[in-house]
């Protein structure tokens, strides 16, 4: 079992940063893929940012990014620390949403963070 716990949101201005940091608890696997999502009201569900939780292995691929934030955001992991985190630069009042924590080990994201609110003025 994994749980996940997301922080850092908040309110900022257009142009700003914000870094989301999401802490991961109980049981990982080196094989487990972390995600960050974000959904806006209104929208669809939007997988940000992914990356794997261990490069060991065949399977190993750069961190996958949206094109709507490519360049802006990076996604980093911790593993000593057992954190994920994405930090967002040159925010949009676009990019305002609840953003997850999420991971998987299936084609499924099958594990989630609460959510933390991110909102970005004009």
């Known amino acids: 079992q994994v749980q996940l716990a997301e922080s850092g949101g908040g309110f900022v201005q257009a142009g700003g940063s914000l870094r989301l940091s999401c802490v991961v608890s109980?049981?990982?696997?080196?094989?487990?893929?972390m995600g960050w999502f974000r959904e806006a009201p209104g929208k669809e569900r939007e997988l940000v940012a992914a990356?794997?939780?261990?490069?060991?292995?065949?399977?190993?691929?750069?961190?996958h990014y949206a094109d709507s934030v490519k360049g802006r955001f990076t996604i980093s992991r911790d593993n000593a620390k057992n954190t994920v985190d994405l930090q967002m630069n040159s925010l949009k009042p676009e990019d305002t949403a609840v953003y997850y924590c999420?991971?998987?080990?299936?084609?499924?994201?099958?594990?989630w963070g609460q959510g933390t609110q991110v909102t970005v003025s004009a």
């Open positions: 990356i794997r939780w261990s490069d060991d292995g065949p399977h190993w691929g750069a961190p």
């Open positions: 999420a991971a998987r080990t299936t084609a499924t994201y099958n594990y």
């Open positions: 109980g049981r990982t696997l080196s094989r487990y893929i």
